[in-house]
């Protein structure tokens, strides 16, 4: 267990390397750079490129680059003159953290619990009634569902603030907002989960041996039927909790998410390759434990022996 | 395993022994139910299940409109009349017009053309890749699952939203880049659901049976692994079309989406949704087939994960 | 096998040279496609498609759009790689030159790689004469030409709409700086009370840089001008008079090259006094090319003695700390300023009122160097307001500044400023009431077109118009350029399209640009150069005209 953890930290060095790279990369075929803007001069930009020592060739850079993150140096952001891109990340991680988890806590135990129910009662009407409300919810774009949140609960009755982050009730909608979009998605692949697993030989056997039916529930049937969900639980969290765009634009939320979009559009190259680092260490470590996790979920999957 | 041993050689017995059944033998082995396929027993299952046709129904009637919807009226989806904007639904223009006084019925069905376009591709590209490597991997384990998850790894490190925002706007927004970015990332999803499922499979008796037994590789994945994976694989296909569907939608919503004149649901429900309190027609059309598409993929799968399932046969 | 179909290619194609050849003479070639560029964004694709339309529909060329993110497109119009390309532009200064200076040879904005000696001489003169009378007629000719060759088709003259509350008064708007000016802005029957005196408003984003040396957008503007005080502040109708600002008086040499500043007695905020040498400081730092300050070009159109050459230099070669001491602003005591120009400017004091201009303290930027304007505790404040407090990318608070000079004509107490930036949040935030003042995009007017709170619309000084590559096979007929201008039918287009009470553009330089000569709008005197309401008929026949002289094919309904 132990050399299976340390192997897989390599690994994850190597993994971040990588991504570090392909980012550059791409990052760097896009046209234009921090600078470019309609009233810049051709010399000024110069200057600029020189001030930041981006007129250097793209290898030195990139070895610079590779040096400061050794250090866990992630240097300033080029749009917001002055601040270091772990400042920022420092301040809208726990923001993003915050509603992420919410939500996912809250779309986790409605979905799980709405595609038991489903699947429990498959075909019968439970089943209907609860695939129908996942469905509903997500079957328009998360931009509407807000607007109108903020017009109907904010305008219309007055119950609860517009938008801004300030107390928990502030919280309300958003984590609303974003726990509806993972709803659906949770509710159907663990419906489908339970239902590929109650065809199982084992369950007939447990429920032929007599076991009482909440045991062949708790024991057999869910257990094995979470494995999907533990599957995509690492990078939904690692995605959740460092952002999303709409809802943290459209309520006014101070977190990581208007980044992955704005760092793009101003090209701002250190919060391109922070924010993406950053995520790709969350998401790396989170896959980690959900490998992890298999193990203990399901002892038959021995996964530091498969290699050897 | 070199040559099969057999019990006796095959010129051990003399020909003159032989001699011809009778039928009635043969009919005593008969199996009372005329041999059904795999398919034919699918497809016998999937008809039974009322939600499942309603949602390939749903599903044609959409996909027929976006061919046939756009060809309706005497409007091109392009076509501007500066004095019709925003006119509500009529005889003349049975859905409104837009912003800019379009049609809305004949941007709509073109928008979903478009819409399903982008969905059907990107969902391919998934399903291609996706299943072939996570099964590959998920199957043969050791250095080549380590190998291939690493790659998987990698990509799944990099924040979708800013792969694709980067790709889109490295290639410039449209109708291909939005698929190429969508589809290049999003493989990597199907393939670790993929090789999860496959790990667990594999874990299974009576694969382990086939196993023992001499059963080649492919023959196991095939014959066991596939079948036994296609819900999770289907359920997942279902979801990624309107997936897609929504993803570029987002992309509309910061720009990068489906653009002028060209339409897509996205982007209709996107320019409409801010004057839903004066304009609600503009944003009604579009969403309700977004969601009837949405419903039907969604009843699709399952009708077909519960009528692919072996272990349902009869 | 490949390479056999590499020469049948090749020969495939010098036969169709040949033949095109040979139908040169008799028959036209088709218009090769016209690509226009232009960033996306949910209103400029349905501008777009509209002035597609009208291009279509009275020219029948089809142009076709690509649409792209606004850097790619800046690069795009900088490397000349497009046909016909979307372009706006604000001015810096109120002046017909800050549009005008865009067009002349080698200039760095001159994205049509268009030349004409006269308009360039034009240009020239006008920058070598104070004679405001005849540097505006100047400018009459040369807008002239522009409409004549058409280099760009000018579309539309940018507005504004807002919902303010009722409550909200003295909030002076301008086209030409900082978008708002709050120093005399006031509340009077708030709801709850108007003690103390506050507004709650929205910047839309995270100011990135508060440094005034270096800062270049609107964002920043807006909250430079609340903090710091500068030479001169504009009053309330736009007027500049000693005493409006930092300095109480000031007297001109009678060859109008040297200024003598004498300032008023202020201290920033820490109580630090402000001194002729934080101005010094500022403006070299300016034109320091080692700052690398975009608007460099500002303090250069100054005029200031040595300015242009020290901006010239090479940061890696020349002693520019040593040519800095050459740079005609000089503090020759503590409240006194002297500021020495090449030549007369009647530009000059107006220019004064620009970011780039303004002071920082020069204790506090030595202090923090490239951390300067960071944080709320790492900023300095001469103005009307100082930063309260400022979470990153959520609010920034503003509060009377005690220490400002004229501190008793500030009534308010606080600026309350989130960082909302989607618009129909922040409008359904003014509907429940937490924010005081929202803007109304284009696509929202039509919900709050009968809003009691609608503000007339606000010209804010843009002017948006397409530019044509002289290069482009087609488009460097000015014929074909001027053809395509007229069948924009701009007024149909600004009142359908747009809604927003934006006017239609019938020249480059906008309404507000003043003219110092006459008083009142330069564009009075201009006059409609490119007309409101297309002109089908002379546009196809320009058309036809400029096709036929290049051997080009004449759409169908032009012939």
Known sequence: MLRYVARRLVYAVVTLWFIATLTFVLMHLVPGDPFSSEKLTPQIHQLMLKKYHMDRPLWQQYLTYLGNLARGDLGYSMRQMNRTVADMIREGFPVSAHLGLQALALGLVAGLTLGIVAALHHNGWPDYVAVFLALVFISVPNFVVGSVAQYVFGVRLGWLPVARWESPIHTILPTLTLAVSLLAGQTRLMRTSVLEVLGQDYIRTAHAKGLAPGEVLWRHTLRNAILPIVTVMGPLTAGIVTGTFVVETMFGIPGLGKYYVQSVYNRDYPLIMGTTVFYSVLLVGLNLLVDLAYTLVDPRIRLGKAAD | MAARLSPTPPDAVPAELFRPASQVHERAEAITRPPVGRWADAWGRFRQNRMAVAGLVVLLVVGFMAVAGPHMTPYDYRQTSLLDTDLPPSAEHWFGTDELGRDIFTRLWYGARISLLIGILAASIDLVIGVAWGGIAGYFGGVVDDVMMRIVDVLYGIPYLLIVILLVVVVGPGLWS????????????????????????????????????????????????????????????????????????????????????????????????????????????????????????????????????????? | MRRLLAVMGAAAALLALAVGAAAAESAPKPVPPIVMISDTGDVVRTMNQALQEMIRTNLGLEIQVEYMDFKTRLERMRNRNFAIAFAGWGPDYDDPMTFLDLFVTGSAFNDPGWSNARYDQLLEMAKNTTDQERRMQYFVEAEKILAQEAPIAPIYWRSRLSLYKPWVKGIIRRAVGAEAEYKWAYTQGRPGGDSPMYLNLNLGEEPPDLDPATSTDTVSFLILNATLEGLVRKGPDGSIKPGSGLAESWTVSPDGRVYTFKLRRATWDDGTPITAEDFVYQWRRVIDPRTASQYQFMMELAGIQNGSAIARMDPEKDDIDAALQTFGVKALDERTLQVTLEKPNPLFLELTTFISFLPAPRHLVQRYGDRYASDADKIGASGPFRIASWTHGYELVLEKNPRYWDAASVKLQRIHFDMIQDAGTALQLYEQGSLDIAGVASRFVDVYRNHPDLQPPWPDGSAFYWEFNVDHPVLKSAKVRRAIALAIDRQAFAERVLRNGSYPATSLVPPVITDPARGGSFQARVGELFPARANVQLARQLLREGLQELGYEVPAVAR
């Open chain 2, 178 to 314: 939005i698929v190429i970015a969508m589809g290049s990332v999003g493989w990597v999803g199907m393939a670790r659901l993929v090789r999860g499922q496959v790990l667990q499979i594999k874990e299974q008796e009576y694969v382990l049976a086939a196993r023992a037994l001499g059963v080649p590789p492919l023959k196991i994945v095939w014959r066991h692994v596939i079948p036994n994976t296609l819900g999770v694989i289907l359920v997942n296909v279902t979801l990624t079309v309107p997936g897609a569907i929504f993803g570029e939608a987002f992309l509309s919503f910061i720009g990068l989406g489906v653009q002028d004149p060209l339409a897509s649901l996205g982007s209709m429900i996107y320019s409409s949704y801010q004057v839903l309190r004066v304009y609600p027609h503009e944003l009604f059309f579009p969403s309700a087939v977004l969601s009837l598409i949405l419903l039907g993929f969604n009843f699709l799968g399952d009708g077909l994960r519960d009528a692919l399932d072996p272990r349902e046969r009869r």
